[in-house]
């Protein structure tokens, strides 16, 4: 079954059954570039897609194409803001639902791909694998992402994962870094630290 919402600007939904028929077949289509009809300009690489796929999967690809910007003229897209496996990587999701690479960084590249495109089913799948993710290691790393992005969800979990750890975690170079980068992310850090030993 395929679960639908409503909402003014729909967007499709794929089902929850990762490895049905369908989803195969998507991934398939993705990696053969059948009938590619549009290309992603990345570095010296280039990625072809299925326009319908991204306008289907993504407001954010909808919009470029309904409101005739010169990207959708062209049907070529360049990126300079990511790299081509990451970018690899979010078209696949966009065709099967799948992260194929669940590596720190390519995670975390992937949900900021997922904030600017608009991919709800992204930002949730890659919010779930940071949160199971969180060491004194990366606590910091993650929750500067989820400031930068507004995940509220994220960053809470992070807060929870840096009370329970801060003895350690004061001691290391990416909570100084934190501070001097971020000073506003810290003071809700030390808030939350507060409110939490009261």
């Not at 309904?66 to 690899?88: M, P, Y």
Request: charged share 25%; net charge negative; with cysteine.
């Amino acid at each position: 079954n395929i679960t639908t919402i409503a909402t003014t600007d729909p967007v499709l939904k794929l089902p929850d059954e990762k490895h049905c028929n369908v989803c195969r077949a998507l991934k398939t289509l993705y990696e053969s570039k059948t009938n590619t009809d549009m290309s992603f300009k990345i570095g010296e690489n280039t990625i072809k897609a299925h326009w319908c796929i991204l306008v289907a999967r993504s407001p954010v690809f909808k919009r470029m194409f309904e409101n005739n910007l010169i990207e959708s003229k062209s049907r070529c897209i360049q990126i300079t803001d990511f790299d081509a496996r990451t970018f690899d990587y979010f078209l696949k999701y966009l065709y099967c639902g799948d992260i194929d690479d669940k590596s720190l960084d390519i995670v975390m590249n992937l949900f900021a791909l997922g904030d600017k495109y608009s991919v709800e089913g992204l930002l949730k799948d890659c919010g779930d694998i940071l949160a199971d993710s969180l060491t004194v290691e990366t606590v910091c790393r993650i929750i500067v992402l989820s400031y930068l992005h507004n995940d509220e969800t994220l960053k809470e979990k992070c807060m929870q994962f840096l009370n329970h750890n801060f003895s350690v975690i004061k001691k290391k170079s990416e909570w100084a870094e934190l501070i001097n980068d971020y000073p506003k992310l810290a003071s809700e850090i030390f808030s939350s630290m507060t409110a939490y030993l009261e």
